[in-house]
């Protein structure tokens, strides 16, 4: 097994009236180290090291990769250690295929159905619903609503077609626009926190239900033409 160097890095941002600059020194003369930022938004220090002949990885921050801030872009979990780290959330799908796939993970999720009051549909039968998410932390920029419980809190988001999820613990809040950050559980985390993504009302259809739909379509579409066959030959 090769031995890793023991590589202490240290680091320094000067600044004065002529110039600002960043350095860093390492403890080791005969050691080669690079400092890159990569696109998921990691500063990664690698080494070069002889005997593998390969860049090992010295220092990143931040340390776990979905801690770096958007890094899956909007509508999207990040799962740390994960081979595909960024995944949509249900009810979305990415908008640029070669994203994900060609090092940069920060692509665009999209809805696959508009939200009821987002659209001009008529169709006030047709409320907009939520699922449950377990999430290791709550996403950035959540504004508080006056609510005495969760269906209240619920409620306070469905009035408002910008809002796109609620959580409800002490205390109710509600995120606008795009959700951002959004982080997986892991083992080792801290208790999950529920939240509650918005969806089109089509979103919760089952199989069954759009099958009887289309079936209920077909027998009257045939209906029709029975009829009008019957005409025809009278």
Known sequence: MASYPK???TYEFIVNAQESYFVYHTNET????????????QVKTVAWLESVQDWVPVMALPKAQCSAYY???????????????????RGF????????????????????????????????????GFYSLAVAKLPDKAWSAV??????????????CSCVAYFYGNSCSLWYG???NLVAPTDGSLGPSIIHIRLAASEFVSG??????????F???GGAVIITLIVILK
């Open 93 to 128: 799908s990415k908008k640029y295929e070669g994203n994900w796939l060609y090092g940069n993970p920060s692509g665009e999720c999209a809805r696959n159905a508009r939200l009821q009051c987002g659209g001009n549909s008529s169709r006030n039968t047709e409320v907009d």
């Open 7 to 9: 590589l202490a890095v």
């Open 147 to 160: 609510a005495t419980g969760i269906d209240a809190c619920k409620e306070a988001c469905l009035n408002n």
């Open 71 to 89: 890094v899956c872009g909007s509508f999207s979990m990040c799962t740390e250690n994960a081979f595909t780290f960024c995944s949509c959330l």
């Open 219 to 221: 027998a009257l579409t």
């Open 178 to 180: 795009d959700l951002n």
């Open 208 to 217: 069954s239900s759009k099958t009887s739909k289309a079936l209920s379509v």
């Open 30 to 41: 005969m050691v080669t180290a690079i400092f890159v930022m990569e696109v998921s938004g």
